[in-house]
């Protein structure tokens, strides 16, 4: 008597098992779908938009499990394509530059591309030199932070605080009009009308544009900007250095010294705000009680020093993103204009500010120091 067995099935062999490189057609074999969807998702190309969030994950799961790599500079021959872009700015320091450069970083990520980041620490030769180094290594883009624009750069540029109108580059800027008028309308609804402030460095693209805001909305709200309570901030140790506390500690004891009244401050950025809380306190002046303090950009240290700083907020990391975005749709497509990117501020109000004091006890706080 004879007895029937159910045919035999061979399990799919995972091309692991062979112990060599997966390739994207075994890839696609695996999953069941064409190389050129396998790989649309694996490069986050743009043609992966169109792709359903469920066969996205069903290819990089079975990526994971497969360890499967793509092989880069078969990409890069094929298409005659670096996926690479380049980032300048005038130095690296957290605070400003580092979030931006978050942004930045978390988009290219995110659409497959690599980048090379250099600081030019304001020097006129380096800003020239660089794009002509990092063309010859093939990138297919700029973006500028803080940055003047080179001469002759033949592929597509981004400027974050660019305010240069300059053919063939896309200006992201914050509305620095804006962004005045939050900070001293903040203070005089406390009621501060002596109110100091610090000026940005020579070299940073955004000091005149916002040093030039402020007084518009000083004008409008009727509070003297008087030269005995302005100080420009300009580094300490060279032409161009990060901005840091120390540098803040600096000048408020310059502003100090002046021994001219004042009952609050507005400072270009957080770093320096923060130096000068500092400053102020070892000199036995309360902050907010005596002093009140407005920074600018809202950094992580914002929120936790002390006390917490007010801060008009820049939206720095939005700012990279939307740097990083627009400079691919660029690359994709040469044709697209090439728009200005505003973007709002925000006040953002912590315990920095209070209601103005009788000014006359600061000038004896100020008088003793």
């Not at 120390?246 to 021994?259: C, D, N």
């Not at 306190?281 to 920074?295: F, T």
Request: contains cysteine; hydrophobic residues 40%; aromatic residues 6%.
């Amino acid at each position: 008597m004879s007895s029937s067995m159910p045919p035999r099935t061979n399990p799919r062999r995972s091309p692991v098992d062979t112990g060599k490189p997966v390739s994207l057609k075994q890839m696609a074999e695996f999953v069941g779908l064409s190389p050129a969807t396998v790989s649309a998702v694996i490069n986050h190309s743009p043609a992966s938009r169109s792709i359903p969030q469920e066969t996205k994950d069903r290819i990089l799961k079975a990526a994971r499990e497969l360890k499967y790599k793509p092989n880069f500079f078969a990409r890069s021959l094929r298409q005659k394509r670096s996926f690479t872009v380049a980032v300048l700015v005038p130095e690296l320091s957290e605070g400003y530059a580092a979030t931006v450069l978050g942004g930045i970083e978390d988009q290219l990520l995110q659409e497959g591309y690599l980048y090379f980041v250099v600081s030019h620490r304001g020097r006129a030769d380096l800003i020239d030199e660089y794009p002509r180094l990092l063309m010859h290594r093939g990138v297919e883009g700029f973006i500028l932070i803080n940055t003047s624009v080179p001469d002759d750069v033949s592929v597509p540029i981004v400027a974050i605080a660019g305010h240069s109108q300059t053919a063939g580059v896309t200006n992201v800027v914050v509305d620095n009009d804006k962004a005045g008028r939050l900070a001293l309308e903040h203070l005089v609804s406390l009621g501060h009308r002596k109110i100091a402030f610090f000026k940005g460095h020579p070299w940073s693209s955004d000091t005149e544009p916002r040093w030039n805001a402020v007084c518009r909305a000083a004008n409008d709200l009727g509070v003297e900007v008087s030269p005995e309570l302005t100080v420009q901030l300009s580094g300490r140790t060279g032409p161009l250095e990060p901005s840091t506390p120390e540098e803040g500690t600096f000048y408020a004891l310059q502003l100090l010294a002046r021994r001219q009244p004042f009952t609050a401050l507005i400072a270009f950025n957080d770093t320096s705000a923060i130096g000068a809380i500092g400053a102020f306190r070892d000199a036995g002046i309360a902050v907010p009680e005596r002093i009140s303090v407005v920074g600018f950009d809202d950094i992580t240290a914002a929120a936790f020093t002390y006390p917490r700083l007010t801060t008009v907020r820049q939206p720095l990391h939005q700012m990279g993103v939307l740097a990083a975005t627009t400079l691919l749709e660029r690359i994709t497509n040469p044709d697209l204009p090439c728009d200005h990117i505003t973007v709002a501020p925000e006040l953002v109000i912590r315990e920095s500010t209070c209601p103005a004091r009788d000014t006359s006890r600061v000038r004896d706080k100020v008088k003793t120091f």
